[in-house]
């Protein structure tokens, strides 16, 4: 029997931890569900090391994402055999990735965040649903009543009904189901004037998703998988816009479209110290191995690791030719065949840097990823269905061009901050990339809000934001800051009595509710930066 809860998260995600720790901190009982058996979404069941903007080490997060990844680094201090140099580093970079300060292992996250719900967990106030999906929605009278979830285990279905419910899903799954105004895919250019976008409405144009998964090299050894069922196609597959098959070495830069080979170059020589992880002065994405490795052997004792790590989440095997939502099972089969056929092409025919071809030396690495094929437990979705919200951010807000790089929309109702270029990969439509440098932006509490349905908050990526802008809000950071924001108010409401929307439209009632983020470490406004 489950206990009465005063808010429901659907979604274990990264906005959904967040969202349960900030409500269970106030005091609230809270009920949260994931569909895998892992929580932590992208840091763990989709295994993508943080993205994260130039300034996370000093600013631009809340207190409670900053301690998410102090114990992180915490962790490899106390358990990991660093050499050194390495073990006396405040900033402990523990892959020496370039993609983020912080790569890191997907399992390491998922033992921090589950150490960081424990005390809620153990006073009662949480209950964790894990390999539980929501399949059904009662609502009446704009309030949404009750969420049905089945058990992926057994088929058992409960009903759990509470004050406030979070979807915090990867695909903003609760919004359709509960029948929540929502845009999906690209908006027409009509609609918000923003220069990005197509002339008229494209649903099913979405962001491409891919499915990761971890590799270590093991010269003179032979690891090569069974040839995938789908190689056939995949290995000839050239896209209209890629200099060549998508199974290669050349793609486009996502910034200028143009050709650039990448490198490949398992466990190199280079001491891992002197990587240095800074987007706004290089993606770094040129350089494949190195670019989201999560364990550097050379940070550790000699002889401790035989193999760097590294997440392959490259230009290789984003996957667009169906969209994720609404054909979630066959678009999931045809990414995880490219997954697989990219690493039989690593493993078989990839050009090698003394001449010769394949790297049987490539061990998939189920234990790092926890699903039995060494995939991904779920795709890593970058662009969920999207609340018509009472504030949709658009590209006016955010985008350098049109704001100048020290310009950006100020919110009356901001509740926290983040900074991205605006990323987006190539989508169902037949887009390239559209990357766009933005400036560091805050987030308008009416984003989380729906116009219509009075007790269920976004929590995720479904916030109001655009296609468009949607590719400079998804990141780690901001997916954080926003569950952490939604649990916050849900919890406030219930203990006040009052709604979001008059939280959110009412300057006594909004200003209250910012001094309790204030106090708990919420940063809601940018220091004089400059965007890139």
């Not at 390495?86 to 965040?113: F, I, M, Q, W, Y």
């Not at 401790?304 to 095997?317: G, H, K, M, Q, R």
Request: glycine share 10%; proline share 7%.
């Amino acid at each position: 029997m489950l206990p009465e809860a005063d808010i429901l998260v659907v979604g274990g995600g990264l906005g959904g931890v967040a969202a349960a720790l900030a409500a269970c901190r106030a005091g609230r009982s809270v009920v949260l569900t994931e569909e895998t058996d892992w929580i932590g979404g992208q840091l763990t069941s989709q295994a993508v090391p943080p993205d994260e903007h130039p300034w996370v080490e000093r600013f631009g997060t809340t207190a409670s994402y900053r301690r998410l990844r102090e114990e992180i680094r915490r962790y490899y201090r106390h358990w990991y055999p660093l050499r050194a140099e390495a073990l006396a580093l405040t900033d402990l970079n523990p892959g020496a990735g370039r993609v983020s300060k912080l790569c890191h292992e997907p399992r390491v996250a998922l033992a921090v965040l589950e150490g960081m719900l424990a005390p809620h967990r153990a006073a009662g106030r949480l209950t964790v649903l894990t390999e539980h999906r929501p399949i059904s929605a009662e609502c009446g009278n704009d309030v949404l009543r009750a969420v049905t979830l089945e058990d992926l285990r057994d088929g058992t279905r409960r009903t759990l009904a509470a004050r406030y419910v979070l979807d915090a899903t990867e695909t903003g799954e609760l919004l359709d189901l509960a029948g929540v105004e929502h845009a999906n895919g690209a908006e027409a250019r009509a609609e918000f004037d923003e220069p990005h976008a197509p002339d008229e409405a494209q649903p099913h144009n979405q962001q491409g998703i891919t499915v990761c998964f971890a590799l270590s090299h093991h010269e003179g050894e032979d690891h090569t998988i069974d040839r995938p069922e789908d190689f056939g196609f995949w290995r000839t597959y050239q896209p209209s816009f890629w200099p060549g098959p998508l199974l290669g070495f050349a793609a486009p830069d996502p910034r200028t479209l143009e050709p650039v080979p990448r490198t490949f170059v398992p466990n190199p020589d280079l001491d891992p110290l002197s990587v240095s992880a800074d987007q706004s002065a290089d993606a770094g994405d040129k350089e494949l191995w190195g670019f989201r490795r999560v364990l550097a052997r050379k940070l550790h004792a000699p002889g401790a690791f035989d193999s760097d790590i590294t997440l392959v989440n490259w230009p290789l095997n984003d996957y667009w030719l169906k969209p994720y939502i609404g054909q979630e099972a066959e678009a999931l089969r045809e990414a995880r065949q490219l997954s697989l056929s990219l690493l039989y092409w690593l493993q078989t025919e990839a050009p090698r840097p003394d001449g010769g071809t394949g790297f049987p030396g490539l061990r998939i690495r189920p234990d790092v990823t926890g699903r039995a094929d060494g995939l991904a437990k779920a795709a890593y979705v970058r662009e969920s269905r999207r609340i018509k919200a009472v504030t949709t951010v658009t590209e006016h807000d955010v985008a350098i061009d049109l704001v100048g790089p020290h310009g950006g929309t100020r919110h009356r109702d901001s509740v926290g901050v983040g900074s991205y270029r605006i990323d987006l990969h190539p989508s169902t439509g037949g887009d390239n990339y559209i990357d766009i440098g933005s400036v560091p932006f805050e987030i308008p509490l009416g984003a989380l809000v729906p116009r219509r349905v009075r007790n269920l908050l976004a929590a995720g990526k479904n916030i109001g934001t655009t296609h468009i802008t949607n590719g400079c809000y998804r990141l780690h950071p901001v997916e954080w800051n926003v569950g952490e924001v939604a649990g916050a108010l849900a919890a406030h409401c219930v203990a006040e009595d009052v709604e979001p929307h008059q939280v959110q439209a009412e300057d006594k009632r909004f200003e209250e509710f910012a001094r309790l983020l204030d106090r708990d470490g919420v940063q809601r406004h940018w220091p004089d930066v400059r965007g890139y």
